[in-house]
């Protein structure tokens, strides 16, 4: 079966931002490339949630077609596998809810197919999500008050390494921060997938500044090159779903 690629930004902070370009408008722009935007925020173990910063969390990701989480510190590491893949399964999910959609009519989605046709489709989807290409840009919020937060974000992102080095897909990621001294924002790892050199980032996370979450996200995405892969993800859909309805007739 032919596959395809899944775009991901994965944004870990932990408050409101307060400079540059309003990262709700600049969520969904990227939305619009076919990167989906996912968001967690993290708190500290004696801190309580703060309404405004959580309900920009929210915003950014439902404006980026992606998954919100609120997390204390402790629990950064799971949340951010669990993000991950959750969001991965729901793009999966949108490719193939458009594919029905095309072939049975608008009013369509799995829970409407007939049983068999269904569960030949979640076997697809299934499918799909262990051994579609996985691209996951890590955008970390290094302002001044993530300094104690630091050392679950390095935890969680080797435990994030060895979660897609289980998959059957490919995989590649990258790492960036924001903000820095002269920068927005700065890459401090291009796309790869070799988890051993997450190990030479982390000396390199410098902590402090404001948090310029929009302008942050619209350099981040910068970093993605939209090839066909999303096309060829719905091929595949297309086919399998089609293949399933003509046998039905």
């Known amino acids: 079966m032919n596959k395809g690629t899944v775009s991901q930004i994965l944004l870990i902070t932990d408050g409101c931002s307060n400079q540059g370009e309003d990262p709700v408008s600049v969520s969904q722009q990227i939305a619009q490339e076919g990167i989906t935007v996912n968001v967690i925020g993290v708190l500290e173990d004696d801190q ?31 949340t951010v596998q669990m993000v991950t893949k959750q969001a991965m399964n729901q793009t999966i999910q949108g490719y193939v809810n458009k594919e029905l959609q095309q072939i049975f009519g608008k009013e369509t989605d799995e829970e409407s197919l007939p049983p068999e046709t269904r569960g030949e489709v979640q076997e697809v989807m299934e499918e799909l999500g262990e051994t579609c290409d996985l691209k996951v840009l890590v955008l970390v919020d290094t302002s001044a008050s993530m300094q104690n937060k630091m050392s679950s974000v390095k935890e969680s992102l080797d435990d994030l390494i060895l979660s897609l080095d289980a998959r059957a897909g490919s995989h590649y990621f990258s790492i960036y921060q924001f903000p820095t001294r ?30 310029p979450t929009g302008t942050a996200l619209k350099e981040a995405a910068k970093a993605f090159h939209i090839s066909m892969g999303d096309e060829v993800m719905r091929g595949a859909a297309y086919d399998v779903v089609d293949s399933s309805y003509r046998q039905s007739l």
Request: proline share 3%; net charge negative; aromatic share 6%.
């Open 182 to 211: 002269k920068k927005v924002v700065k890459e401090l790892l291009d796309w790869t997938n070799d988890g051993d050199r997450l190990a030479k980032v982390f000396p390199k996370f410098a902590v402090g500044g404001i948090t």
């Open 48 to 78: 309580t949630e703060d309404p405004t910063g959580l309900q920009e969390v929210n915003d950014i990701a439902e404006a980026g077609g992606g998954i919100s989480r609120i997390v204390y510190a402790d629990d950064l590491s799971e």
